[in-house]
């Protein structure tokens, strides 16, 4: 199957700084990205969803400015952290979709933040 | 809104022994159901993708069902192993994936 790397894989930074999480799609071109978050013993729960080139779709309670979300390639999609917090400690993935959504969606392997 | 529900939410069998993994779905009107396996700490590994017009796939060990008229997949494990101890989640693809809970596995040797 296709190959989405996420980098990194973990991540430790100090409360109030920002953090950049990337999602790259290595063999495909990716239309749709989306990005999850998980808390411990959790499933996982979609943050955002992201076009290339427009502007990403958050959904409900997620919030826009704290989780800034930029697709400016169809092989790469980016998740900024900003102003971390102990509470935005968690696994974040993303996950890519070379078409409109009725297709197979291939995972990266997520990215663990510790915020301290 | 799509809701997905994992049952059991844990189960412990001894090696060897056949298992069904249950997930069920409220918004029939989806494209594809996709299993996963995910070791703790770790990211999602795809197990099985079955699309709205399929039935049933199968890889290896593992075979996985769709009933989408009854909300309705099961993932059946054959043989269990020791290394197949993971949790299973299956998410339904309407557009966007929305995740069961998951299933804990454990097999015991």
């Known amino acids: 199957g296709a190959v989405v790397s996420q980098h990194p894989s973990r991540v430790i930074c100090k409360s109030g700084t920002s953090v950049k999480i990337e999602c790259r799609s290595l063999?495909?071109?990716?239309?749709?990205m989306f990005w999850y978050r998980q808390f411990p013993k959790q499933s996982l729960m979609l943050m955002a969803t992201?076009?290339?080139?427009?502007?990403?779709?958050?959904e409900q309670g997620v919030e826009k400015d704290k989780f800034l979300i930029n697709h400016a390639s169809l092989t790469l999609s980016t998740l900024t952290v900003t102003s971390a917090h102990p509470e935005d400690s968690s696994f974040y993935i993303c996950?890519?979709?070379?078409?409109?959504?009725?297709?197979?969606?291939?995972f990266g392997q997520g990215t663990r933040l510790t915020v301290v | 809104k799509q809701e997905v529900t994992q049952i059991p939410a844990a189960l412990s069998v001894p090696e060897g022994e056949n298992l069904v993994l249950n997930c069920s779905f409220t918004d029939s009107a989806i494209y594809n159901l996709q299993w996963f396996r995910q070791d703790p700490g770790k990211g999602l590994t795809s197990l099985l993708l079955i699309q709205s017009s399929q039935r049933e796939q199968t890889s290896g060990r593992l075979n996985a069902s769709l009933d989408k008229s009854s909300g309705r997949s099961t993932l059946y494990i054959a043989a269990s192993q020791p290394g197949d101890s993971a949790t299973y989640l299956c998410?339904?693809?309407?557009?966007?994936?929305?995740f069961g809970d998951g299933t804990t596995l454990t097999v015991k040797p």
């Open positions: 063999d495909f071109q990716a239309t749709t």
């Open positions: 996950s890519a979709e070379q078409g409109a959504g009725d297709t197979e969606a291939f």
């Open positions: 992201s076009n290339e080139g427009s502007k990403a779709t958050y």
């Open positions: 998410a339904a693809n309407a557009g966007k994936s929305t």
